[in-house]
């Protein structure tokens, strides 16, 4: 038998997660072919224990079992223990995850998960206490069911052999398979029922989704509100996303000190955290809050968005520029201590006694607390009239000792234990979050775009293998580490191209192009009729799943298909648009059937059904006074695409591009009578060439019908 079983291999890897369990007793194996060469030849059930170095209960089962010499003894003598960053391999969490939730209806983190040799899962879990505990329910103890399996594996081998096989074939059912004929695409009618189903499963009291807790931030159900009020003037979409939206900043998910997103709540009324802060909750987050402050014009949701970017570039950003992962849930061993205060904190570092009353008022501050041991997590629980009313002071002096007194309080919470970081660069991630910053930016100012370009020269440097056109997953102190998955190269490609329609640099361009012609020859399955999570040439797992649910991030196949469809008009040889329509009507009735679990799959069937929106720029680069008017228009899904002025002036970037002659998305839009010159199109019906981007967005809004050429005709129209 292979003796890497005899002792903990888990400080040979570069994961924090994994090298944070690198001094227990137990024999940690990565997930690697001779962990698993060795499961096979000893015939040992493997024991994966899949978490995150965020993950404030994987901590627990690790100080109360992994770190116990009695469960190590075990582990080590009757399994093949293998612990996984779920945020390295999402493909391993998503099959096992899959199956925790298909058995036992809920799953989560820490995942525990008992194997066969061959990777066939037979028993599944999530947290389990070393002992049973009465507080705990049912749930049994950890040192019982290790007992268990090792009996069972001999006397009962059959029947567990058995069940691994049915589990595995509803992995492979619920995962992999596509059906045998598709449905009917979702046309256009798909957002109202998407917004339809967000609007009956609101919270009208306290904001957000479902009746009780726990409350996660739901992004993209958001954005589908906010572009439903778009296209139908419906109200009760505008306010379930507002009301979401202002729930979400108003309570303790939000760090009210520091700026930045927590998890998700525990409570219906937004106010515990979990506090851990995860890179992909503040990119997708402050992306949505701009969009509402486009549609709504309110400063506050401007401020949110800027703080939590601010949040980033500070605590989150790697110095040469890209975005490290995630910040723990705990500092000091225990969890939220670096968030929260009582009153005698408050007070200590403001020396003001009506400062300090005011800001206990504001963010309820109380003897009592809200929180463990009589600490209090920050939560807006004053209005700024009440306040002003109460304390007798103007709104610009109550708005001015409050904004001190955040600023003091920031600098001595500096002092305090901070959470540890995990400091991988997650190449979909960062994906993401240069997505949020290049859309953030082209309304909040360009320091945000630099931000993106930083980081996305940092990810194509270290990440991009040009010559092999590969993208790696993880980068972390020099060492690169996985092939990419689909969301790496949905998300870093959405990011690239969201960066060009911000600057206008065709470099970006051709990087979003490279990505996704890689995305769909390595993904893209043109016989199953679908995008696999994993490549073509990947390690064989027990099942090749697909990302179609939005869940703590979006959707890969979601992002990928709506990603296609936009690129499909710069390099229309490449015939992006028919794998995304094969996409959108393999999976047409799951979309229809589920239509909140698939937000962004239909996001994308609505793209698809419209034709896209385009607003096509023939100039130098964006006019300033156009920006400004953009920045306070929200138009949903269009593609602002600025180009040269001249078809003359296009040679440099279509060779940038690799491209012989002019897209489509291009062709015959010059600029006219030596001015800026905007066209916008949606579908294959385009608006008259004009010098007004007012009037552009007019067209697109309804206001000039009679304006509408042909695609084709565009070439012919003068002012």
């Known amino acids: 038998m292979s003796d890497v079983l005899g002792r903990n291999r888990l400080d040979d890897e570069e994961s924090p997660y994994l090298r944070q369990h690198a001094d227990n007793p137990v024999n940690w194996q990565p997930w690697d072919e001779a962990a698993l060469e060795a499961a096979r030849e000893g015939d040992k059930p493997i024991f994966l224990s899949v978490g995150y170095s965020a993950c404030h209960w994987c901590h627990v089962m690790a100080e109360e079992s992994f770190e116990d010499d009695e469960v190590a003894s075990v582990l080590n003598e009757e399994f093949v223990p293998i612990k996984v960053d779920r945020e390295e391999r999402p493909d391993l969490d998503r099959i096992y995850q899959t199956i925790c939730q298909l058995v036992t209806g809920g799953g989560g983190w820490p995942l525990s998960v008992f194997l066969t040799p061959e990777g066939k899962p037979f028993y599944v879990g999530t947290y389990f206490p070393k002992e049973q505990r009465p507080d705990r329910g049912n749930v049994?103890?950890?040192?019982?069911?290790?007992?268990?399996?090792?009996?069972s594996w001999e006397a009962d081998r059959e029947e567990i052999e058995n069940r691994a096989d049915q589990w595995t074939n509803a992995l492979t059912d619920n995962l992999e398979a596509t059906p045998e004929e598709s449905g009917d695409a979702p046309g256009e009618e798909i957002l109202g029922t998407v917004a339809a189903a967000a609007v009956r499963g609101a919270d009208r009291e306290y904001g957000g989704f479902g009746s009780g807790g726990p409350k996660f931030p739901q992004a993209r159900r958001v954005e589908s509100l906010l572009r439903t009020y778009v296209r139908t003037g419906d109200e009760n979409a505008i306010d379930v996303a507002t009301?979401?939206?202002?729930?979400?900043?108003?309570?303790?998910?939000?760090?009210?000190?520091?700026?930045?997103?927590?998890?998700?709540?525990?409570?219906?009324?937004?106010?515990?955290?979990?506090?851990?802060?995860?890179?992909?909750?503040?990119?997708?987050?402050p992306r949505v809050y701009v969009a509402a402050h486009r549609l709504t014009g309110s400063d506050d949701y401007a401020e949110v968005a800027r703080e939590t970017f601010d949040f980033v570039a500070r605590e989150l950003r790697h110095p040469d520029g890209g975005f490290y992962s995630t910040l723990d849930a705990r500092s000091g061993g225990e969890e939220g201590t670096f968030y929260v205060w009582t009153p005698e904190q408050v007070r200590e570092v403001l020396d003001d006694e009506t400062t300090a009353n005011l800001f206990c008022d504001r963010y309820g501050v109380t003897e009592s607390g809200n929180f463990e041991?009589?600490?209090?997590?920050?939560?807006?629980?004053?209005?700024?009239?009440?306040?002003?009313?109460?304390?007798?002071?103007?709104?610009?002096?109550?708005?001015?000792?409050?904004?001190?007194?955040?600023?003091?309080?920031?600098?001595?919470?500096?002092?305090?234990?901070?959470?540890?970081?995990?400091?991988?660069?997650?190449?979909?991630?960062?994906?993401?979050?240069?997505?949020?910053?290049?859309?953030?930016?082209?309304?909040?100012g360009d320091e945000y775009v630099e931000l993106a370009e930083d980081a996305l020269a940092f990810v194509r440097e270290r990440l991009w293998d040009r010559e092999e056109r590969r993208l790696a997953r993880r980068y972390k102190d020099g060492d690169v580490k996985g092939d990419g998955y689909l969301e790496d190269y949905a998300f870093l490609a959405r990011g690239a191209f969201d960066l060009y329609q911000a600057t206008g640099d065709a470099e970006y361009l051709?990087?979003?192009?490279?990505?996704?012609?890689?995305?769909?020859?390595?993904?893209?399955?043109?016989?199953?009729?679908?995008?696999?999570?994993?490549?073509?040439?990947?390690?064989?797992?027990?099942?090749?799943?697909?990302?179609?649910?939005?869940?703590?991030?979006?959707?890969?196949?979601?992002?990928?298909?709506?990603?296609?469809?936009?690129?499909?008009?710069?390099?229309?040889?490449?015939?992006?648009?028919?794998?995304?329509?094969?996409?959108?009507?393999t999976h047409g009735d799951r979309i229809r059937g589920r239509p909140l679990e698939h937000v962004s799959l239909a996001l994308a069937a609505e793209k698809r059904a419209l034709g896209g929106t385009e607003l096509v720029v023939a100039a130098e680069g964006l006019p300033e006074s156009w920006r400004e008017t953009l920045a306070e228009r929200y138009v949903p899904d269009a593609v602002l695409s600025v180009r040269p002025p001249t078809d003359d002036e296009l040679g440099p970037w279509l060779d940038t591009l690799g491209l012989s002659d002019a897209p489509p998305v291009w062709k015959g839009r010059e600029a006219r009578d030596g001015e800026p010159t905007i066209y916008a199109c949606e579908g294959r019906t385009c608006s008259a060439p004009a010098h007004s981007v007012e009037e552009a967005l007019s067209w697109l809004e309804g206001g000039a019908g009679d304006a509408d050429v042909s695609l084709d005709d565009v070439d012919d129209i003068d002012l």
């Open 140 to 151: 049994p103890g950890f040192m019982d069911l290790l007992r268990s399996f090792v009996e």
């Open 243 to 285: 009301e979401t939206l202002d729930a979400m900043a108003a309570g303790g998910m939000y760090d009210h000190v520091g700026g930045g997103f927590h998890r998700y709540v525990t409570d219906r009324t937004w106010t515990v955290p979990h506090f851990e802060k995860m890179l992909y909750d503040n990119a997708e987050l």
């Open 510 to 585: 051709a990087f979003a192009l490279d990505l996704t012609r890689t995305l769909v020859d390595q993904f893209y399955d043109e016989e199953a009729g679908t995008l696999y999570m994993t490549p073509a040439e990947g390690e064989s797992l027990v099942t090749r799943p697909q990302e179609l649910q939005d869940q703590s991030t979006p959707s890969s196949v979601g992002v990928a298909a709506s990603l296609l469809l936009d690129l499909d008009a710069f390099v229309p040889e490449a015939d992006f648009s028919s794998v995304a329509g094969a996409v959108i009507d």
């Open 373 to 444: 041991d009589g600490t209090t997590v920050l939560t807006i629980s004053a209005t700024a009239d009440e306040l002003a009313e109460s304390y007798g002071l103007s709104e610009e002096e109550m708005d001015e000792r409050l904004g001190e007194a955040g600023e003091a309080l920031f600098e001595a919470r500096e002092e305090r234990v901070r959470p540890a970081r995990d400091e991988k660069v997650l190449a979909g991630w960062n994906g993401l979050m240069i997505s949020s910053l290049a859309q953030g930016g082209l309304v909040l």
